[in-house]
């Protein structure tokens, strides 16, 4: 009996040590980092003060999870770095022939793989096909494709030259691999030579084809999105959707996580997908305030996946300690920078604020409509704050001031259009600006407490870079009348009349030239394949070049309203307003 126990006890032990030995579990860290904007330094280079956040604070974090996951973290990036602060720009344009400085940044932190963003193709060929070979990981767009093979069958080759669709990635012997795509609006925003040689192609039905590709040919553990696309909403059109990150979540079984981006709003989230599981939808927002990370833990029995456990996390980094040893590596290129922002350009006799566009006539609007028509010599400019609350003080004006007038690197267009596509493309453009008043109590503004966090609506229901005015026309904006019959043109500035039948050359950026917001297809309602052939001129460098130059060869400039627009009724709209600046800015 007792020899019979002990072999008993033998067996259970030898089942026991058996089953220990097939049981493996693995504890990953994956973080990301989207829309840099050029936020690496721990020193705003336009408000010349230091920064919170930026990637030399994140760094000093993503250390620390090294140091405690070793070889068992994946550090990736979103896109949108090749715009934002200065310094990306005086890398591009000022310093081409030097490895770009986002190459850099992104080389010495070590970053698995990267995907592109539409703001890393704004700066054309010359910047963003130098940049593609200088970044030495993996950079990923699956469905920025040669003109050749768009919507054809997954296939490694159709990729645009120097991309690649996804990467792999082994993490103490788990097997990843990252489907990067890119949102497909690019033509609605930027001119074809800007992206000649590339189509892009519709997320959804890119996702599918190469997860059935990703599942045939690699069989991975855990498969990834890194998708410069928001979660929802944005342009949508009969071909593709701007955001469409939730789409692909629902529509596409086969993905663990999809970090995202583009949208510039934080999102921690779990979405359904159409087979039953649920996919984690995480993206950290811009400026890298945040970084998003999921935790994950698999379960894997006589070397079989079992289990997987994913937690998602944003985690702040506006106030970790900055990587001074990433700091001193990069400083003769901060000081470098440093000096070209300090360049005086000119001198303002006022200061001038963007908040004050939204009110009505503002010196800040009007300073960019008047230095665009005389630019161009067009009849008549339109133009959209760029920036919420942006100040330039009374002074010297110098070149960081510069990305303060002008955030973004748009070319300057000139189109035909008739008077009355210009007073549609407006009424398209207040509409989405301001209410329709039916009270004196009511609010003048489109406003939206949800979006309060959201950097490109800041309190706004809609986009606040889509609220063109005009310059060259004098007209009036009645927020009693009911969207599309609000504006009323009086007359052109120069006391000629206004025709609603005539052509007129009118001065926008490339992103509204392109169709950017829609204001010029479905407001003014020209087809948007007709939008090329409306170009009478556009210049070949961007748009904060020329107005730079303007400035210089003015030296001495007094910035003030046009007063060539304004708000009615005077008596219900002047307290909404200034209802609505209390909410918005406090004052």
């Known amino acids: 009996m007792k020899r019979h126990c002990l072999t008993t006890l033998a067996i259970m032990t030898l089942t026991l040590t058996a089953q220990a030995q097939t049981q493996k579990t693995v504890r990953l860290k994956v973080i990301e980092t989207s829309d840099v904007h050029g936020h690496f330094f721990p020193y705003d280079f336009m408000e010349k003060k230091p920064l919170k956040g930026t990637l030399s604070r994140a760094n000093t974090y993503i250390t620390r999870e090294r140091q ?29 022939e030097n490895e770009n400085l986002a190459a850099q940044v992104v080389n010495y ?3 698995d793989a990267e995907t592109v963003g539409n703001h890393d193709i704004e700066p054309g060929h010359k910047v963003y096909d130098k940049w593609i070979r ?14 050749e093979y768009k919507n054809g069958e997954a296939n490694p080759q159709s ?8 990467s792999v990635h082994y993490l103490d012997g788990v097997k990843i691999v990252v489907l990067g795509m890119l949102t497909p609006a690019i033509p609605n925003w930027l001119n074809k030579s800007v992206w000649k040689g590339m189509e892009f192609e519709e997320m959804t039905s890119c996702a599918r084809k190469w997860i059935k590709y990703i599942k045939e040919t690699e069989r991975p553990d855990l498969i990834f999105g890194l998708f410069h696309s928001g979660l929802s909403g944005g342009i949508k059109t009969d071909e593709y959707e701007e955001d469409a990150t939730e789409s692909v979540a629902r529509e596409v079984p086969g993905f663990d996580i999809i970090f995202f981006g583009h949208d510039h709003q934080v999102h921690n989230e779990w979405i359904p997908s159409k087979d039953g599981h649920r996919v984690l939808c995480i993206d950290p927002s ?33 106030d970790e300690e900055v990587d001074q040893r990433m700091v001193s590596h990069f400083q003769p290129q901060i000081d470098q920078i440093k000096q070209y922002v300090d360049r005086r350009i000119g001198r303002f006799e006022h200061s001038i604020y963007t908040r004050e566009s939204f009110f009505g006539n503002a010196a800040f609007t009007d300073l960019i409509h008047n230095l665009q028509l005389q630019i161009s010599k067009a009849d008549i400019s339109l133009n959209a704050p760029l920036s919420f609350n942006a100040v330039i003080n009374a002074g010297d004006v110098t070149q960081g001031d510069m990305f303060k007038l002008y955030r973004f690197e748009n070319l300057l267009f000139v189109l035909r259009m008739t008077g009355e596509e210009i007073r549609k493309h407006l009424e398209f453009s207040y509409d989405m600006w301001t209410n329709t008043m039916k009270s004196a109590d009511d609010h003048a503004l489109r406003l939206n407490d949800a979006s309060k966090n959201d950097q490109q609506r800041t309190g706004f229901q809609n986009y606040t870079f889509n609220f063109d005015s005009a310059c060259g026309i004098d007209y009036e904006v009645d927020l009693t009348k009911p969207d599309g019959q609000k504006v009323r043109i009086l007359q052109m500035s120069d006391g000629q009349p206004f025709d609603e039948k005539r052509w007129y050359k009118v001065v926008m950026n490339s992103y509204r030239a392109n169709g950017g917001g829609e204001l010029l ?25 020329y107005l730079t130059q303007e400035i210089e060869r003015m030296g001495v400039v007094d910035p003030q ?3 060539n627009w304004r708000f009615v009724p005077e008596e219900w709209v002047k307290p909404a307003l200034k209802r609505d600046s209390l909410l918005l800015f406090g004052r």
């Open 68 to 96: 405690k996951y070793g070889d068992r973290l994946l550090l990736i990036d979103n896109g949108d770095i090749l715009q934002g602060q200065p310094c990306v720009y005086w890398s591009n344009y000022v310093m081409p």
């Open 109 to 111: 932190m070590k970053y």
């Open 134 to 147: 200088e970044v030495r990981c993996p950079l990923l767009g699956a469905n920025i494709v040669k003109e």
């Open 159 to 166: 990729v645009y030259t120097g991309l690649k669709p996804y």
């Open 286 to 318: 811009c400026y890298v305030s945040n970084v998003a990370e999921a935790e994950i833990e698999l379960t894997y029995v006589d070397g079989r996946l079992t289990k997987k456990d994913i937690k998602g996390n944003i985690v702040s980094v506006r």
């Open 521 to 545: 297809t479905r407001g003014a309602g020209i087809p948007k394949d007709s939008l090329e052939g409306r170009v009478l001129f556009h210049t070949e460098l961007d748009q904060r070049h």
């Open 561 to 563: 309203p046009n007063h």
